[in-house]
Each structure stands twice: as C-alpha cells, then as structure tokens.
C-alpha cells in the first residue's frame, strides 16, 4: 500500500524565518515523491520532485525538501519564508516500481506565514 | 496560456441530474489523470489515460463515473444522476512520457468546483 501522511493541518511562521512542512511516506519499494501547493480556488502547481540520488532536492520559489530515507521522510523546507507562501502545501507519493500512474496525497498543511 | 485547462470552472445542479466537465491537456502530453478533492482532503485518484486507452480506474470512479479521451486529446469526466456527495473540486492532470527513466512530473488544471444541491 501507498500512502502519505502530513502531521501538521497548520504551520504557522514569520516572514523571514525559516520554513518546514512536514511529509512522511509509506510505499512497499523505493519511493518517487513530490510537493505541490495549491492557492485558493485553484489547482495544484508543482514545486520539486525526488527520483534518486541527491536527497536535497531543489524547487521553484526557493524551496527544497530532505528525502531521508531511514525515516520515511520528505520535508518540505524554505531558509527565509514569505507571506506569499502562505498556501496549501501537499505532498505526493509513487511507487518507484510502478513509474505511471496515480500519485497518493496526503491531506495537506495549510502554511500562513504572517508579517 | 499552454497549460491544462478545465470547462467549466462551476457548475452547479440538482440532485439526479447529468454533468460533464472537459478538460484540455497541455499539447503533446499523452498522459491524462483525473483526480477528486473534497474540502480539507488531498486529491483522490479518478481514472488514468495514456494517449485514448483508460488504463487504470480507482474504486471511487462508481457505475455513475465515465470518462473517456477520444483521439487521445481532450478528455470528458460524465457523472450520471449526480448525489449530493459528489459535490466536490474534480482535478485534470497530464504529464508526457519520460525517457531515460525516472518518473514523469502531473501538471494540473485549475480544476473543477461541482456543487450538487
């Protein structure tokens, strides 16, 4: 079975103060991940994705996630956090052996980040 | 705007009536997914195509759900004598073939709101 979890409905940050959402994952083999934030009333937009390799992987707006593989983790991060950030984050989870396909979500973190 | 595109944005009917909505991939993706989301849950895989063949469907997609891609282009989602519970945010995805391995990357549409009174 594949799933995600997102401990945290709400993270809350200042401007300027370093970000981080949260992600851990279950699949049965190794694991393609990905994060996606969603604006109100609006669809999801890709941020970055882990294949292999480097676990530190960048993505657009200045973000990046951690992939740790002994604890099942994805977390996303962001070193100086804008209100403009301030979206629903989610992150996604394939199989690597099933390389098409759907992609597991979790339930979201909704990220303020205040003035 | 070359992204994926979904008609309409809202719709909302009454209960035991028909719907469809449309979505147009971005060009030259032979990829196609249809996901739900309802309010404070992630999305929910629907169904999957690659160029016209459906070639995955999940348990949610009930006798009520089809959705087809003829000529492998635009896709339709029809949901048939609608219930209140399939009010919900319908999501389009497609992604193009990767080469060289790795796994292709879903880009979405701005979604669907279907509110069924």
């Known amino acids: 079975a594949q799933s995600v979890a997102q401990p945290e409905d709400q993270v809350n940050v200042a401007e300027g103060n370093p970000l981080t959402v949260k992600c851990t994952y279950s699949v049965s083999g190794n694991p393609y991940l990905f994060w996606y934030v969603q604006y109100p009333n609006r669809g999801l937009q890709f941020l970055l994705k882990y294949i292999t390799g480097d676990n530190l992987v960048k993505g657009s707006y200045g973000f990046e996630a951690e992939f740790n593989k002994s604890q099942t983790s994805f977390h996303l991060k962001k070193p100086s956090a804008l209100v403009s950030d301030s979206a629903l984050y989610f992150c996604a989870v394939r199989d690597m052996g099933k390389a098409l396909g759907r992609l597991y979500f979790g339930r979201g973190t909704q990220l303020t980040v205040w003035p | 705007d070359t992204g994926v595109s979904q008609d309409p944005r809202h719709k909302i009917t009454k209960r035991g009536q028909n719907v469809t909505f449309r979505c147009d991939p971005i060009?030259?993706?032979?990829?196609l997914y249809w996901y739900r989301q309802t309010l404070g849950q992630g999305p929910e895989f629907l169904t999957y195509?690659?160029?016209?063949?459906?070639?995955?469907k999940s348990r949610l997609l009930s006798d009520r759900f089809s959705a087809e891609r003829p000529k492998g282009s635009f896709s339709t989602l029809e949901i048939q004598r609608t219930e209140q519970g399939d009010s919900a945010m319908y999501l389009c995805?497609?992604?193009?073939?990767?080469?060289?391995?790795?796994?292709?990357?879903?880009?979405f549409g701005p979604g669907t709101r279907l509110t069924v009174l």
């Open positions: 195509f690659q160029n016209e063949a459906q070639l995955e």
């Open positions: 995805a497609s992604s193009s073939r990767m080469t060289g391995g790795g796994t292709d990357t879903q880009y």
């Open positions: 060009s030259e993706h032979n990829r």
